[in-house]
């Protein structure tokens, strides 16, 4: 493993993980009958 392509590895991680829960987030919240 890279210790200086750890941030981008990291940074990569939190965009795709974005782009999973984004899409769930906006899936729930018009569910929910406020």
Do not use: T
């Not at 984004?22 to 569910?31: C, E, Q, R, S, W």
């Amino acid at each position: 493993m890279n210790v200086h392509g750890a941030g981008g590895s990291l940074e990569q991680v939190g965009k795709i993980m974005l782009q999973l829960l984004l899409p769930f987030v906006l899936g729930i919240f018009p569910a929910v009958d406020w």
